[in-house]
């Protein structure tokens, strides 16, 4: 009976020794990570009160706590985006010529202070925190020196001793400062006397009853990440349209911007504002039609071949099958009209060379960008601010790939250009 007792007590140690050993593994990480921390806030203490006696000890004694190589080493390293923060009030401001000021900003600084007063009110509103302090001449400088050398955003915070985003910010907001101050100031449709001398200057040319040529040019962008095909022009890179309408005096006078590189110039006309009001009846009015030949022969915009032929729109005859003698004078005088807008987008992206390289915006600020320079081409045409026309490298539309797919213009269109043939065939230069 005693064996058996002790058998029993000797079982019920051994299941409760068994119990006392028995682990929980997450038991185990829990108790770890508390050991861990303890120590580790122990460490730091440990290193904080180091650090304070330390530095309390070389207050006291007046000398470093680095030697002559730990100094070495630990040379501080001026930021890189800052150059000189008194780059634009020295050296700009104080320091440049005439010719230098106009060479870097693209007009005279007289024309430019013009520029300031007009953008002032806007650009220094109270509910605005553009520029942080900064000058509205520092922000319209910034903006036209981006526009005139398309120099990357770091290159121009160097100089302007700001960050690559505060450019960046700031070529945006003046540019949406100028679409909103000026555009309709100075992006004007002729009417009443301004019409009258248009076609005064058209005539000039040897074009009668003409208030403009219209032509599309290829502003290079970035290929988007939406539909990159369609931007895909035929000249073999990525390009969103500006399809423009200029006077005598190489103004704009209607912008259209936006519609990707691929799409025909003809289909870009077909759905601007353009188009409606031109067959609408409502493009110039009424009387100011002019008789010849017995034709009534309306006031009218000229384009390239790749336009349709409307009453409101003439180009020249196609040189093939019957082409004449009096046929081929016509298409000089037109083609010698034609040349102010060659020569408008010639100067646009000679002046703005922002225009000319691959604008890497996001293609939703492409338009914004294009109209702001088409409103500084004619502010400065406006203030008689003249630049060399003999721009290097700017792209110039090749005529011969716009395939003309119209055939079949309307018989009053005919007889408009019949009409006005006769006209340039009577009336030499």
Known sequence: ??????????????????????????????????????????????????????????????????????????????????????????????????????????????????????????????????????????????????????????????????????????????????????????????????LRATIVGFNELGFPQCAGAIDGSHIPIKAPHFSPADYYNRKGWYSMILQGVVDNKLRFTDVNVGWPGKVHDARVLRNSSIYERGQGGQLFPRNTSLQIDGVDVPVFIIGDPAYPLMPWLMKAFPERGNFNRRQRVFNYRLSRARMVVERAFGILKGRWRMLMRRNDMHISKVPLIVSSCCVLHNFCIEQNDAIEEAMPDFPIEDEANNINVFDNPAPDALDIRTAITNYCNLHQI
């Not at 650009?123 to 050398?149: C, H, I, P, Y």
Request: charged share 25%.
């Open 1 to 194: 009976m005693d064996l058996f007792r002790n058998a029993i007590l000797l079982i019920s140690l051994f299941w409760a020794f068994n119990q006392e050993l028995r682990v929980n593994p997450l038991n185990i990480y829990q108790q770890i990570q508390r050991n861990n921390d303890v120590v580790w806030n122990i460490i730091r203490a440990r290193r904080r009160a180091r650090r304070r006696t330390i530095f309390a000890a070389a207050v006291l004694l007046g000398t470093s706590t680095d030697n002559d190589e730990d100094r070495q080493r630990r040379v501080v390293r001026p930021r890189q985006n800052i150059v000189s923060l008194d780059w634009w009030d020295v050296t700009v401001c104080q320091r440049y010529t005439e010719q230098l000021w106009k060479e870097n900003f693209r007009m005279s600084q007289e024309s430019f202070q013009v520029l300031c007063n007009i953008l002032r009110p806007t650009l220094q509103r109270e509910d605005s925190n553009l520029g942080n302090g900064m000058s509205v001449e520092k922000l319209v400088g910034m903006t036209l020196w981006r526009l005139a050398t398309c120099c990357e955003l770091r290159t121009i915070g160097n100089l302007f001793g700001v960050h690559r985003s505060t450019v960046c910010r700031v070529v945006q907001e003046v540019c949406q400062a100028l679409v909103d101050t000026m555009y309709n100031n100075y992006i004007v449709w002729p009417t009443e006397e301004r």
